[in-house]
Every structure is written in structure tokens, then in C-alpha cells.
């Protein structure tokens, strides 16, 4: 950070990193850095998201937990569950400790084994930030939840 002069003492560099390390690491990864710049999804994007979301809370119950995912989502064809390495349940548990991952960087202890919104909106939060296009985010939404 000096030698690109975003920073002039020790102090002005600890500060820096205190703003963009989420994660508490000591360092400021590409993905901390566009977030912190790029800040929350539009309202378009929030929209789809949630959409998705409702979608795949089939229960109707606000929580996307390992039922809900196992009616819309099948790991028989998961390449670990097809050579034996895992079952369908520990593939189903690590699709929902993605979503989970994201949302506990800010709140550690979050973790229990069910996606609430705020979590499921963390997770597509971070994934905007990658995205320019509104038309590009909505259609891999579309796509991926065929909405």
C-alpha cells in the first residue's frame, strides 16, 4: 500500500485492513476488496435472489434446511456420491455450508445446518460483486433455480 502511495504510515495501512478484512486474516483478499467497494446487491438483483430462495423453501417455513434442498437439488450424479466417496446427505450438507460460509464471516457462530435469507442473500451478495451486468446476474439466477 506505500508503494502504490494508498497509504503513508503503519498506522494508515492498519486502518485499511481493519475496513476490508471481513474475514479477520490479516489480509485483504481480491473478493473483501470488491465487496467492500461494490457494498449491497441493487434491489433487482435482491429481488431475484429472494425469489430463488422462496423457490427452493419448499417447506414454506422461511429456512431452506436439508429437506427442502433434497426435493429441488439430487447428488445421486455428484461425483463423489457416484465413486462411493461421500453420500448423497454429506453432499446436500456441504451445498448447504456454501451459503452458510459467507454469512458467518460476519456472524461467527452462525452455522446450524439450515439457510435462513439474510444468509442466502450474504451468499449471493458476494456473488454480485463479480457480476457487471444486472442481465447476466438475472440469468444465471433464471437459470440455475429456473425461475
Not at 47 to 65: E, I, P, R, Y
Not at 96 to 101: G, Q, R, Y
Not at 129 to 143: G, Q
Amino acid at each position: 500500500m506505500k508503494d502504490y502511495r494508498i497509504a503513508h504510515s503503519d498506522e494508515e495501512v492498519m486502518a485499511i485492513i481493519e475496513i476490508f478484512d471481513s474475514d479477520k486474516s490479516g489480509t485483504i483478499s481480491s473478493e473483501e476488496f470488491l465487496r467492500a467497494i461494490t457494498g449491497e446487491m441493487n434491489e433487482f438483483r435482491r429481488n431475484l435472489a429472494t425469489q430463488a430462495f422462496k423457490k427452493m423453501d419448499v417447506s414454506g417455513d422461511g429456512v431452506l434446511d436439508i429437506n427442502d434442498i433434497r426435493i429441488s437439488y439430487s447428488a445421486k450424479k455428484h461425483p463423489d456420491v457416484m465413486m462411493g466417496k461421500k453420500t448423497e446427505d454429506e453432499v446436500l450438507y456441504e451445498f448447504l455450508d456454501t451459503f452458510e460460509a459467507h454469512y458467518a464471516i460476519k456472524n461467527p457462530g452462525s452455522r446450524d445446518g439450515a439457510i435462513q435469507l439474510p444468509e442466502w442473500l450474504e451468499y449471493y451478495n458476494n456473488i454480485s460483486c463479480n457480476i457487471d451486468l444486472d442481465e447476466y446476474f438475472e440469468l444465471m439466477i433464471k437459470n440455475c433455480y429456473k425461475l
